[in-house]
């Protein structure tokens, strides 16, 4: 990773606010000296990061663990063999965090933006389903259910996931108008919702807002033996990276943010996440 992105290119003096270029590695940290005041400062001061104890390094270290999607528990069994005292698990944890906050403000801004146009494939699923039981004491889960819908772009792979409270005709269609452009080629399963099944042939409900809609019926085939670009691969394909994801993290402390995290990972390459969580660090 680019050190110039971690350490910043200038910073002001905290005493007399004059620009302070060059910083120096000095005692296992970057410090910018101010010959005015005779005063060293950290590279963290007026940073997100003003009051954390971690040298560089250790910063640096951290954050291209969270670049690699590693969990706070998975960067812990890397590190623990290296740094004895200075990287414990809440510390881990306590950088992840804000690293991750910071992840998701880049997700919640593209909730604010993006527009998906050309051939799209929507569907739905469920993270999470508590097992039904009679018993009359059991281990109460940590999360309730959650459903998501999925969108995304077959050519760009451009895609929005986002959390649902219902699966009825009103929910879906206003997310689907919120974040697909009219006149896209939109590709579905034959949910009640998308497609008319009481009539025969079955009818798009899709077509009334304006778009172009292809569905398969999964009850039968997953690929139109007529039509071999019809299909909902790519999205089922995103549902399985996703939770393949929540699954290797152990996530307990909600599933929004954790898609959020992987949203940014997915979009951007790992420079980009560098600049980004850089930036943000450095611009409180």
């Not at 005015?36 to 951290?62: G, H």
């Not at 469920?126 to 819908?149: E, G």
């Not at 009825?168 to 099944?197: A, G, H």
Request: hydrophobic share 35%; net charge positive.
């Amino acid at each position: 990773m680019d050190d110039i992105l971690i350490v910043p290119d200038y910073k002001y003096c905290t005493s007399c606010k004059k620009v302070l270029f060059l910083p120096q590695f000095l005692d296992e940290d970057y410090y910018f000296y101010c010959k005015d005041c005779s005063l060293w400062i950290n590279w963290k001061e007026m940073t997100l990061l003003a009051r954390k104890k971690l040298k560089y390094s250790e910063v640096r270290t951290l954050l291209t663990l969270f670049i690699q999607n590693k969990s706070p528990t998975q960067a812990y069994n890397i590190l623990r063999n290296f740094y004895n005292d200075t990287l414990n698990k809440n510390t881990i944890y306590n950088y992840f965090k804000l690293f991750g906050e910071i992840a998701f403000s880049y997700y919640k801004s593209k909730l604010h933006s993006t527009i998906l146009t050309g051939e799209i494939e929507v569907d739905e699923t469920v993270v999470f389903k508590a097992k039904k039981t009679r018993a009359r004491r059991y281990r109460r889960y940590q999360l309730q259910s959650m459903w998501l819908l999925g969108m995304i772009e077959r050519k760009s792979k451009e895609f929005i996931i986002i959390p649902i409270n219902s699966r009825n005709e009103f929910c879906l269609i206003m997310k689907m108008l919120k974040f697909i452009d009219c006149n896209s080629t939109i590709y579905t399963d034959c949910y009640s919702v998308y497609v008319n099944n009481r009539k025969f042939p079955k009818e798009s409900r899709l077509v009334s807002y304006g778009y172009n809609n292809h569905w398969i019926d999964h009850s039968i085939e997953f690929v139109s033996s007529e039509f071999q670009h019809i299909h909902t691969n790519t999205i089922e394909r995103l549902w399985r990276t996703i939770k393949t994801d929540l699954r290797e993290k152990k996530i307990t402390l909600g599933y929004f943010k954790a898609i959020g995290r992987l949203y940014f990972h997915k979009t951007l390459i790992r420079e980009e996440q560098l600049k980004f969580i850089c930036n943000k660090i450095h611009n409180t």
